[in-house]
C-alpha cells in the first residue's frame, strides 16, 4: 500500500506563489505516474497537471495552463506542484494520486490508484 502526503499548502494573496510537494511512505514511486487534483467547497475533484513516471510527459489544465508547473525528482523520491501567479479561484484542496497504469500523463482521476490526504490552498483576494 502506498501512503502519499502532501506538504506545502496555506494562505497566500493573489497574485501569490506555493509550491506543493508529495512524497509516499514507506516505498518509492519511481515507476508511477503522479498527478495532482483539486476540489474547491461544493465542486467535484477536478484535474490540475500530471507527470509521467519518467518525466518526460506532462499533462496541465487549461485553467492553470502558464501559472503552474509539475516535476518530479527521482531521486528525492518527490513530485512537486510549482503554483505562480495564484488566483482566488485556485482555493481548493489539492490531493496527490498515483497511478501504476502508465497509461501517459492521465487527467481522469479513475487512472489513479492511491490518493493522498489533501492540503488546504487559500487564495485571498
Known amino acids: 500500500q502506498v501512503q502519499l502526503v502532501e506538504t506545502g499548502g496555506g494562505l497566500v494573496q493573489a497574485g501569490g506563489s506555493l509550491r506543493l510537494s508529495c512524497a509516499p511512505s514507506g516505498r518509492t514511486f519511481t515507476s508511477y505516474d503522479m498527478g495532482w487534483f483539486r476540489q474547491a467547497p461544493g465542486k467535484d475533484r477536478e484535474f490540475v497537471a500530471s507527470?509521467?513516471?519518467?518525466?518526460?510527459?506532462?499533462s496541465v489544465a487549461d485553467s492553470v495552463k502558464g501559472r503552474f508547473t509539475i516535476s518530479r525528482d527521482n531521486a528525492k523520491n518527490t513530485v512537486n506542484l510549482e503554483m505562480n501567479s495564484l488566483k482566488a479561484e485556485d482555493t481548493a484542496v489539492y490531493y496527490c494520486?498515483?497511478?501504476?497504469?502508465?497509461?501517459?500523463?492521465?487527467?481522469?482521476?479513475?487512472?489513479?490508484?492511491?490518493w493522498g490526504q489533501g492540503t488546504q490552498v487559500t487564495v485571498s483576494s
Open positions: 507527470i509521467t513516471w519518467g518525466g518526460a510527459g506532462t
Open positions: 494520486a498515483a497511478s501504476t497504469k502508465r497509461y501517459g500523463p492521465s487527467q481522469y482521476h479513475g487512472d489513479y490508484d492511491y
